[in-house]
């Protein structure tokens, strides 16, 4: 079965709180991306990575990292979680050039 | 960079008549073009897919056409359903390259 899995799903910080997103996929795909989902606003990808600590900032990076040790795993770090930073997060990942992004199911962040 | 533009926020139809939704894009890549779906609280998830220049692509009643002398990929159903209630992005890969950029999203309110 084809899976993104992200956890948490639902998440509350306090600001200035580190954040830590993890999410997995079991389909051995090479490239994973985090979306961030505000309403108006799209999704707007944060980061790509290519491979194995192969990473690279996407439209809107400022704030955040990025952490990809195994093929299957890519993480999001909020390093001092900030009020703006409140969003869903989507995690997806990709076979390869024109194939189908398959999403996890988001994890909503709230920081307080 | 790449760009999509998908110009209504907000579509409210009556079942049963038909839909278009709008989505330009702009890239100096040969493109591949998606439209994804998104129920309230899930994932999103590909609806259809085309990097074929005049071919009608379809899949669950929707169809488009990809028309890369007007660079456009808009998305129609002749007879909309309550369940087509959602939020659609129309997204954008281009050739060569690995992100995927999508638009700010539709979202299509059907009622009774």
């Known amino acids: 079965d084809m899976k993104v899995t992200q956890m948490p799903r639902y998440l509350i910080k306090r600001m200035g709180e580190n954040v830590l997103l993890e999410c997995g996929q079991d389909m051995s795909h090479e490239t994973m991306y985090w979306y961030r989902q505000d309403p108006g606003l799209g999704l707007q990808l944060i980061y790509i990575?290519?491979?194995?600590?192969?990473?690279s900032e996407g439209d809107i990076p400022k704030g955040y990292r990025v952490s990809r040790k195994k093929r299957e795993h890519f993480s999001l770090i909020l390093d001092s979680a900030k009020t703006n930073q409140t969003s869903v997060y989507f995690c997806?990942?990709?076979?390869?050039?024109?194939?189908?992004?398959?999403f996890g199911k988001g994890t909503r962040l709230t920081v307080v | 960079g790449d760009s999509v533009t998908q110009t209504e926020g907000l579509v409210t139809l009556t079942k049963g008549l038909p839909v278009m939704l709008n989505c330009t894009y702009q890239?100096?890549?040969?493109?591949?073009l998606f439209w994804y779906v998104q129920h309230l609280n899930e994932a999103p998830k590909l609806l259809l897919k085309s990097s074929t220049d005049n071919k009608r692509t379809e899949h669950q009643g929707f169809y488009a056409t990809l028309h890369k002398s007007s660079s456009s990929f808009h998305l129609q159903k002749s007879s909309v359903q309550l369940s087509d209630s959602a939020l659609y992005f129309c997204?954008?890969?281009?050739?060569?390259?690995?992100?995927?950029?999508f638009g700010s999203g539709t979202r299509l309110l059907v009622s009774p």
């Open positions: 990575s290519y491979d194995v600590d192969s990473n």
């Open positions: 997204a954008l890969r281009g050739t060569g390259g690995y992100k995927v950029v």
């Open positions: 890239t100096t890549y040969s493109p591949f």
């Open positions: 997806a990942s990709s076979a390869g050039q024109g194939t189908e992004v398959f």
